[in-house]
Antibody, heavy 117, light 106 residues
């Protein structure tokens, strides 16, 4: 069974850092494209970042230069390192497996990041 | 960047109604369009991919159509479990979501 479990969210001050983790089971993250998608409270979904099976990464303009996506093949886990956090980064962060058509067929339960002083 | 615009933002309907949600892309995305259902406090659930392919396990009352820049999600007979928010997503160039359509009880 495919499962994604996020962790690492919490309360952080503006300008601070946080690292989110997404532990996968039932498949290998190294063989798949994996993404992070976020949802601010009461708002819609926003794509944040993607890592290809090749290791190539891409980011939304809103997080470029501040966020870094990575993976650990041995732990079958992907990460999102978030630096220079802003109030507008407050959101539930979901990791998702990207299917061949570019859609998200599997999602984690999400982890809440709150940026506030 | 490709922008996705959904309409309406909110839709009031009754059980048994036929419901249609529209999603427009700011440029041609061929058929790289997916639809999701999201309920409060839950992760989105994939319903339709490649504009019209039904995800395994999704009831057949859900259907998708369109190509290029205009797409629709149709629920043929609205059921109590279908009251939720629906999002479209393009994957032609990176990824962008529509702003969502909330389907509420009339």
């Amino acid at each position: 069974e495919v499962q994604l479990v996020e962790s690492g969210g919490g309360l952080v001050q503006p300008g601070g850092s946080l690292r989110l983790s997404c532990a996968a089971s039932g498949f290998s993250v190294s063989d798949n494209y994996m993404s992070w998608v976020r949802q601010a409270p009461g708002k819609g979904l926003e794509w944040v970042s993607i890592i290809y099976n090749s290791g190539t990464t891409y980011y939304a303009d809103s997080v470029t230069g501040r966020f870094t996506i990575s993976r650990d093949n041995f732990k079958n886990t992907i990460y999102l390192q978030m630096n220079s956090l802003r109030a507008e980064d407050t959101a539930v962060y979901y990791c998702a497996r990207v299917a061949g058509s570019g859609c998200y067929g599997a999602w984690g339960q999400g982890t809440l990041v709150t940026v506030s002083s | 960047d490709i922008q996705m615009t959904q309409s309406p933002s909110t839709l009031s309907a009754s059980v048994g109604d036929r419901v249609t949600i529209t999603c427009r892309a700011s440029q041609n995305i061929n058929r790289w369009l997916a639809w999701y259902q999201q309920k409060p406090g839950k992760a989105p659930k994939l319903l339709i991919y490649k504009a019209s392919s039904l995800e395994s396990g999704v009831p057949s009352r859900f259907s998708g159509s369109g190509s290029g820049t205009e797409f629709t999600l149709t629920i043929s007979s609205l059921q109590p479990d279908d009251f939720a928010t629906y999002y479209c997503q393009q994957s032609n160039s990176y990824s962008t979501f529509g702003q969502g359509t909330k389907v509420e009880i009339k």
